[in-house]
């Protein structure tokens, strides 16, 4: 449950030498919260990130929004990449039940956005190989909102309901794949970087579909 890793937030996590925890808000509506988290060191602290967080009701699901990321926090931290993000993707992820979903936000995530500007398959960028290693299987990419409400670009993944939808998302996974590694020559480097993390995911796909 959702509700796990925003009470693990608020009492604090341990991550080498920093520190994370949580100042929790009311949110929009019943059932959401916004956390405002936060990253110290010493005597050192800054604000890294916002959660929101939707604790499901009857039929509607969780999910967790994570956005306002602050790459470098005054702490002596690159967050992107770190065992801070890693920690942060897992817990959310491992606490997001299947049909469930996260969103985040890649606006200063450079690699992610030119990879997703350029055509790469969600999967293959940096966030999305994270996240589908962490379980998720369907990706959209919202790098145009279509309302007022939804911020900015950001990533959405959402864990399959079952062994017969997660099949079909990898069959999907793959296709898209086949496409996008029979491109033509690929210069720009973060796409090069896509390809190879598309090669590792078409090899590993054949195995699991």
């Known amino acids: 449950m959702i509700e796990n890793a925003v009470e693990e937030l608020l009492s604090g996590i341990k991550v080498g030498e920093f520190g994370i925890y949580a100042e929790k808000y009311p949110g929009r509506f019943p059932n959401e919260a916004l956390l405002e988290i936060f990253i110290e060191k010493g005597s050192l602290r800054d604000h890294l990130l916002y959660a929101r967080v939707y604790f499901g ?3 509607y ?3 967790v929004e994570v956005s306002s990321i602050n790459p ?5 931290l690159l967050y992107f990449n770190s065992p801070v993000e890693e920690t942060l993707l897992e817990l959310f992820a491992s606490h997001l039940k299947p049909g469930e979903h996260i969103f985040v936000s890649y606006v200063e995530d450079l690699e992610t956005k030119r990879a997703l500007y350029f055509g790469a398959p969600a999967p293959t960028t940096r966030l999305g190989f994270k996240l589908f290693n962490l379980g998720f299987t369907w990706f959209k990419d919202w790098y145009f909102p279509e309302g007022f409400k939804e ?3 950001k990533l959405q993944a959402e864990k399959p309901l079952n062994k017969e939808q997660r099949r079909v998302h990898l069959l999907n996974i793959r ?3 086949e496409e996008f590694l ?3 020559k690929i ?3 973060y796409l090069l970087e896509a390809l190879k993390r598309g090669q ?5 796909l054949n195995e699991l579909i």
């Open 57 to 59: 009701r009857r039929y």
């Open 61 to 63: 699901s969780s999910w």
């Open 72 to 76: 470098t926090p005054n702490v002596g």
């Open 151 to 153: 911020g900015g670009e």
């Open 175 to 177: 296709k898209e794949l």
């Open 182 to 184: 029979e491109r033509g």
């Open 187 to 189: 210069r720009d480097k």
């Open 200 to 204: 590792m995911l078409l090899n590993s």
